[in-house]
């Protein structure tokens, strides 16, 4: 800094310290400088004045960044992604029809129940044998694929509508209580009557097909649900905001919907983990008890499969639909799972 600039600004101080000592006024004129330099005009915003210096926050971006923040994720996430396309783009690509391609070879008795070193030596090396051919010649591995396709349209299914009605009932079943009163006689009651008994009685009086089954695992899959939501509401429904809101005059559907649930998103993801793979056990365990669909889903596959089992070089047939639903019902839970711990706010930190 030059001389020249020091000793001006030593002035200045000296002069301010002149007028807080003697309380003087100042004349301007004395300093030598224009208004322009003296004075400077500032606008006020009231808008601007509000603003918060700070990082933006997005809550699906945080969501994700925590979730990828873990290669296990990624790698689940990778393996799901795989399922989803061999279930539901593989059996499209090579045009299986489940009415058409397992009679193909019915007439020829050396194709019956091959083990995949058979079936490749018989056919020649291909995707379609690696798991060798069933009871009726036809490849394991298409009809496998096939079913899981059936089995998770399935638990999508019902796990969408059992999701939407549930939350949303139990949204109001948490706020109301007249509506409290009347749901919870309704829960006691059905809530009693086993599952298994409700989803028997279906498939005996309706025809055992595919939206039979949905309607049985949907009938009163969603009250579970329900209760389940209208008990996280009850624990944060009555917190500040909410009771301003309810002093304000906002009804209890839009709090309920604006207010409550958005805050329960974590948990919602972590119930809805839950449910997707529950309904494909669900779907393979009554197929495998013979209360299941009509149509070739993973269920069906095993109980047919089920006398494979004992048989030397057969034992494949069972264990490959096994081991498919095994990985599509883990990798579904993993994920979900891991989503729903992302979507926290708490992890966000």
């Known amino acids: 800094m030059k001389k020249d600039e020091l000793a001006l600004i030593k002035y200045y101080s000296t002069k301010v310290a002149d007028v807080a000592d003697e309380n003087k006024q100042v004349n301007l004129q004395e300093l030598n400088m224009a208004n322009e330099e003296l004075f400077a005009h500032q606008d006020h915003s009231d808008l601007e004045s509000e603003k918060i210096t700070a990082p933006r926050y997005s809550y699906w971006k945080s969501v994700f960044r925590v979730f990828f923040k873990r290669k296990i994720n990624i790698i689940f996430l990778a393996l799901l992604g795989l399922v989803l396309a061999i279930t539901y783009i593989y059996p499209l690509i090579m045009g299986y029809d ?180 529950a309904y494909i056990s669900s779907e393979v365990f009554l197929s495998y008890i013979g209360l299941g669909m009509s149509d070739m889903s993973l269920g069906r596959i095993i109980q047919e499969a089920q006398a494979s089992m004992l048989v030397q070089g057969r034992q494949i047939q069972f264990w490959a639909p096994v081991a498919v639903s095994a990985v599509i019902t883990i990798v579904l839970y993993v994920v979900g799972q891991n989503l729903g711990d992302a979507s926290d706010p708490r992890t966000h930190m």
């Open 98 to 277: 489940p009415d058409v391609t397992p009679n193909i070879h019915i007439r020829d008795f050396s194709a019956w129940n091959l083990s995949p070193e058979q079936a490749i030596e018989k056919y020649g090396f291909s995707l379609h044998w690696i798991l060798g051919t069933g009871m009726r010649g036809q490849s394991t591995f298409d009809y496998i694929w096939y079913g899981g396709t059936i089995s998770l349209s399935l638990a999508f299914i019902c796990a969408a509508i059992n999701m939407i009605i549930g939350i949303a009932l139990g949204a109001i079943w948490g706020f109301s209580k007249k509506f409290d009163i009347f749901m919870t006689e309704v829960y006691n009651i059905i809530g009693n009557v086993p599952g298994i008994l409700v989803i028997t009685v279906l498939v005996l009086i309706l025809t055992a097909g595919f939206w039979t089954m949905v309607f049985a695992l949907t009938i009163t899959g969603w009250l579970g649900i329900a209760y389940f939501i209208r008990t996280q509401v009850i624990i944060i429904r009555d917190r500040e905001y909410n009771l301003a809101s309810r002093c304000l005059g906002t009804n209890i559907f839009r709090i309920a919907f604006k207010n409550v649930l958005p805050f329960m998103t974590s948990v919602i993801v972590t119930l809805l983990a839950t449910e997707i793979p």
